[in-house]
Each structure stands twice: as structure tokens, then as C-alpha cells.
């Protein structure tokens, strides 16, 4: 059996970019969503095609009991090698005093609670310690995280910040263990995520702050994930990476 690699939020944007390349490396990817199936067996469609293999399987990663039936189906398909903890949402532009309780709740569910159940079980697998034999993780962090998003989102950077420290601290915790755990760091990257803040044209209109003076495209981060895949990165830990023009 091949390795196998799971990539959370695989149907869309820079997880769609992510999976389809690791599906090029010879992977068996696991391409987790959450509502659009269309859209993820869009995306193993095309793996399979270019002569690679995958699987598309439904699970809120917010939920326990999802993540638990997700590494479980990955299980039957070879050893995990590498999780990419991708999925992740962005509300709606408020500031905080606007924000209500179920908005936070959704939104720390998903991002940050969601990569530490991924991140718990795919220690599980991957660890010397549990009987594995190495593997990667993954994280998506975000430029928001150092520049906090005022007024636009400053619960999606607070939890872009947490993705930081559970990357900087867990991969002190498995280095010994066979495990490497590192993130990136996207800025302003031409995917979908930009029109769930509410701001028509937002990627356009950031271009001048940006000092590359262009958006990133999702391949862009999908290659820096690559590289933190690959071996390498062998004697890379603990690292994130910005992919963000140099913008953060």
C-alpha cells in the first residue's frame, strides 16, 4: 500500500492545490470536506486521472466523532505520512464589540479545534512512540496572525495565532518521535475564502499594500507545503513559513 496523505479542507483553494499535488508525489490522498461533494470528487477526479489515487470522505472537523471516522477510513488505505491541517473559515468583515457567541464558538471550533483533533490523531499513527514510523504535519496559519486583522477579523487571526503556537509547541513535543510539524503562513492568496468576509474585489484591493504588488496564487502555497513534505525539509521543524509576498 502507498502512503497516505490526509488534507482537511481538500475540495477547495489552497487545500485543492495541496491535494492535487500530493496526488502527483504518489500519495494516496484523503481529501476531507465538509459540505461540497461535487467539489471534492471534482478533486480526486482529477488525481485519478493523472494516474494517482484518492478517496473523498465528509467530516466536520469540529467534531469528534468526524475526525475519529476520518483517520479510521484512512487507516484501510496504507500508513498516514502526512496530515495537512487545511480546513478553516473566515466569517463575515465586524469588529469585535459586533461579534456574538455563536460566531466565536463556530469559528474557534473549526480552526483551532478541528487541527488539534487532526493533529492528536495523526500523532497517534505517526509516532515512534505509538509503533509509527514518521510522518508530517502540516499547519495553516495565516499572515492575519502577525497583523491581527483589525476590524475585518480579529477572531480569524486569533486563531491563525493558535495554529502558530500548536505548530511551534507540538513540534517540540514529537521531534524526537519521527514527526515533523511546521506551517504556513499564506497572505492574500486568489481563493474563494476572500468572499465569505463580505468585501467584493478585497483580493484586488490589497494588491498596492502588498510589496510584491500582486495576490499569491493557492499553487504558490501549495509548492511551500510541498517543500515542508519532502524530504528536503528533513531538518526542518517548528517552522512558518510566509507566503505572502512579502507582506507579513
Not at 476572500?194 to 493557492?218: F, L, N, T
Request: glycine share 12%; hydrophobic share 45%; charged share 20%.
Amino acid at each position: 500500500m502507498t502512503n497516505v496523505a490526509i488534507v482537511t479542507g481538500g475540495s477547495r483553494g489552497i487545500g485543492r492545490a495541496t491535494a492535487l499535488k500530493l496526488g502527483a508525489e504518489g500519495y494516496t490522498v484523503v481529501v476531507n470536506y465538509a459540505s461540497n461533494e461535487a467539489a471534492a470528487n471534482e478533486v480526486v477526479s482529477a488525481i485519478t486521472a493523472a494516474g494517482g489515487k484518492a478517496v473523498a470522505i465528509k467530516g466536520d472537523v469540529a467534531q469528534e466523532a468526524d475526525v475519529l471516522a476520518l483517520f479510521t477510513a484512512a487507516d484501510k488505505l496504507g500508513p498516514l505520512k502526512v496530515l495537512i491541517n487545511n480546513a478553516g473559515i473566515m466569517d463575515r468583515q465586524n469588529r469585535l464589540d459586533e461579534m456574538s457567541l455563536e460566531r466565536l464558538k463556530r469559528l474557534f471550533d473549526i480552526n483551532i479545534l478541528g487541527s488539534f483533533l487532526c493533529a492528536r490523531e495523526a500523532v497517534k499513527r505517526m509516532s515512534t512512540k505509538h509503533g509509527g514510523s514518521g510522518g508530517v504535519i502540516v499547519n495553516q496559519s495565516s499572515a492575519a496572525a502577525v497583523l491581527g486583522a483589525p476590524a475585518l477579523g480579529v477572531e480569524y487571526a486569533a486563531s491563525k495565532g493558535a495554529m502558530d503556537v500548536l505548530t511551534i509547541g507540538l513540534s517540540r513535543e514529537v521531534a524526537a518521535e519521527g514527526i515533523r510539524v511546521n506551517a504556513v503562513r499564506p497572505g492574500i492568496i486568489d481563493t474563494e475564502i476572500h468572499d465569505s468576509s463580505g468585501i467584493p474585489g478585497r483580493v484586488k484591493m490589497m494588491r498596492d499594500q502588498i510589496p510584491m504588488k500582486r495576490e499569491g496564487k493557492a499553487e504558490e502555497v501549495a509548492d511551500a507545503i510541498m517543500w515542508l513534505c519532502s524530504d528536503q525539509s528533513s531538518y526542518v521543524t517548528g517552522a512558518i513559513v510566509p507566503v505572502a509576498g512579502g507582506r507579513c
